[in-house]
């Protein structure tokens, strides 16, 4: 039996995200959010199934500074070859058939020359990063709200939802969300539902 609560207010504070975070009503299937965080604003008007696009900020490492040094290598292309040339011997052969029988009269141990090249070592230079640094850039990526079997609100009622989008980790092309209820009449869950590989991230909003 599902719980009846006049107002069940789940107001929760995120620092950062709080100054950041735009707000925004739901009211429309699919929505450009235009930042990383937006709080997110459900009326009687909202679809049962929200499409949010939102701005990353991706960190990545990147090089600020390049030096070189000398390393010891074994390259043809740096240090040249060495040639290496040997006599192998290829059997015996018949070198004087006997004109009348065509019998082997003589014969002699024949040969052939193979040549070989062989990289030297020397001292190469090397270019390599001395310094890193961080480079930002902003990437487009996208994400469902699922409202599951919600209970219906009036025309003065509405409910609040946080969604922040973050870069997975630093140097990663992937991009993760958290979804959190603010101020909702009753007592929800969240669950992201499991998907396919290059699906859009989809949270199921439903009661306890």
Same mark, same amino acid.
Not at 63 to 89: N, Q
Not at 124 to 142: F, L, M, R
């Given at each position: 039996?599902?719980?009846?609560?006049?107002?069940?207010?789940?107001?929760?504070?995120?620092?950062?995200?709080?100054?950041?975070?735009?707000?925004?009503?739901?009211?429309?299937?699919?929505?450009?959010?235009?930042?990383?965080?937006?709080?997110?604003?459900?009326?009687?008007?909202?679809?049962?199934?929200?499409?949010?696009?939102f701005?990353?900020?991706?960190?990545?490492?990147?090089?600020?500074?390049?030096?070189?040094?000398?390393?010891?290598?074994?390259?043809?292309?740096?240090?040249?070859?060495?040639?290496?040339?040997?006599?192998?011997?290829?059997?015996?052969?018949?070198?004087?058939?006997?004109?009348?029988?065509?019998?082997?009269?003589?014969?002699?141990?024949?040969?052939?020359?193979?040549?070989?090249?062989?990289?030297?070592?020397?001292m190469?230079?090397?270019?390599?990063?001395?310094?890193?640094? /961080?480079?930002?850039? $902003? +990437?487009?990526?996208?994400m =469902?709200?699922? &409202?599951?079997?919600?209970?219906?609100?009036?025309? !003065? #009622?509405?409910?609040?939802?946080?969604v922040?989008?973050?870069?997975?980790?630093?140097?990663?092309?992937?991009?993760?969300?958290?979804?959190k209820?603010?101020? /909702?009449?009753?007592? $929800? +869950?969240?669950?992201?539902k =499991?998907?396919? &590989?290059?699906?859009?991230?989809?949270?199921?909003? !439903? #009661?306890?």
């Open positions: 039996m599902k719980k009846t609560i006049a107002l069940l207010a789940l107001v929760l504070s995120f620092g950062a995200f709080a100054q950041d975070a735009v707000k925004i009503e739901l009211n429309a299937e699919k929505i450009d959010v235009n930042a990383s965080a937006a709080t997110v604003v459900r009326t009687n008007k909202t679809p049962g199934t929200v499409e949010l696009t701005r990353v900020p991706m960190a990545n490492s990147v090089c600020e500074r390049y030096e070189t040094r000398h390393v010891l290598r074994s390259s043809g292309v740096y240090c040249g070859y060495d040639t290496f040339t040997r006599r192998m011997s290829t059997g015996r052969q018949c070198v004087r058939k006997n004109p009348y029988n065509n019998e082997c009269l003589q014969w002699a141990d024949t040969y052939r020359t193979e040549t070989t090249q062989r990289p030297r070592t020397c190469v230079p090397e270019t390599y990063c001395a310094a890193y640094g /961080t480079a930002t850039s $902003y +990437e487009t990526d996208s =469902k709200l699922k &409202f599951k079997d919600l209970p219906a609100l009036g025309d !003065s #009622e509405s409910e609040t939802f946080s922040v989008a973050t870069q997975k980790r630093y140097d990663s092309g992937s991009v993760v969300y958290e979804v209820a603010l101020e /909702t009449v009753r007592e $929800y +869950e969240i669950n992201r =499991k998907i396919l &590989f290059f699906k859009t991230d989809t949270y199921v909003i !439903s #009661e306890k």
